[in-house]
């Protein structure tokens, strides 16, 4: 069934998003010449080099479109909240992954609690 959301998540991308998903990608390695210490890029930064350099106008859905798409690809792309990373370690991952599946909790707990709305005899007329 259609969610009625038009959002680019999981695998697929639109090809718009497609052709620039690899220079996109080697771009966030460009920022982390040989390994050094690690300096987050927001999405704003990202869309704003897509925009200099490609005259690509990127929005924050398709930032994090590629981002999703990248890391389902085996790409190690960190996060913190000021921004994206390569990451050369497994450690650097460690708190995107924690949040990651914190996300993933109350996401499940969010769908339950609306479910069981309608199973646990909770249900009432909306005035």
């Known amino acids: 069934m259609p969610t009625g959301f038009d959002v680019e998540t999981g695998s697929a991308l639109t090809p718009r998003l497609l052709q620039f998903v690899d220079r996109f990608w080697d771009h966030l390695k460009d920022l982390r010449p040989d390994g050094s210490n690690p300096v987050p890029v927001t999405g704003k930064h990202l869309c704003e080099w897509a925009k200099n350099d490609w005259g690509v106008d990127l929005e924050g859905p398709d930032v994090r479109a590629m981002v999703n798409y990248l890391r389902r690809n085996k790409k190690p792309i960190a996060s913190l909240s000021d921004g994206y990373f390569v990451a050369v370690n497994l450690p650097e991952l460690g708190s ?17 609690g609306m479910q069981a709305y309608f199973t646990d005899g909770s249900q009432r007329t909306f005035l």
């Open 96 to 112: 995107t992954i924690l949040h990651m599946r914190e996300r993933m909790a109350a996401i499940n707990k969010a769908c339950e």
